[in-house]
């Protein structure tokens, strides 16, 4: 099978085991490091020639983070695309495991991994928090988001969790009560001299690839994120 992957955390998903099947990927792919395929742009202007110049059999896109004018000129030409499109941590998982069953027909041991990683039940204190994951304007992770259900399950609760837009503008002078603002080094690459000076409580810089990706980082995520949240 010739595949070719649109979304970072899938392409690192089929590489770490079967690197062979993958023929292109965005420019955003960087993990594995050492991945050799053609690139096809960005997630949001992927190069459609060059896509269907590489034949694949498969492209693989996230309904959040391809657009779905790019996806259509894709099947018009009559290239097959498979959707992606989890809102919590058990949807990803099973997510995964359907995809890489159907273009692997196996289920890798670090997805089995992963599953262990996030089964247990967090039974310790809880915090508010906001996730700012844009500023210029400020935009934060809202309602019905995987990364959002992530953090619940390692005591995080988001405060836009309820709100009607799943990524809210906001105003930092104006936050509900929080706890500790949760900032990501993507997709806008917050950092300690940039980001946590703009909120009145507590600021912690995270890892945005073990927050937002779904594939073989979830199976650090949880410890990596637990002890940057600490």
Known sequence: MRVVSLVPS????????????LVGATDWCTHPSNLAVVRVRGTKNPDLERIEALAPDLVI??????????????????????????????EALDQLDELLL??????PPWLHEARSVWGPRYDGPRRSAVVPIWRRPWMAL????????LLT???????F??????????????LPPY?????PDEPYAFAPDDGPEAFRQPAKCVSGRHLTWYGPSL???RAVLTEQLA
């Open 10 to 21: 899938l392409t690192e998903s089929i590489a770490v085991t079967h690197a062979h099947l």
């Open 61 to 90: 896109a996230n309904a959040e983070e391809n657009r779905a004018v790019d996806l259509d000129a894709l099947r018009a030409r009559g290239i097959t695309v498979w959707m992606t499109s989890p809102s919590t941590v058990d």
């Open 102 to 107: 159907a273009i692997t027909d196996d289920i």
């Open 142 to 149: 809202g309602r019905d988001t995987f990364a959002g259900d």
């Open 153 to 159: 399950r390692i005591g995080i609760d988001n405060v």
């Open 161 to 174: 969790a309820d709100s009607a837009e799943r990524y809210p503008r906001f105003d930092p002078e104006t």
């Open 179 to 183: 706890d500790v603002a949760v900032l």
């Open 219 to 221: 199976v650090e995520a």
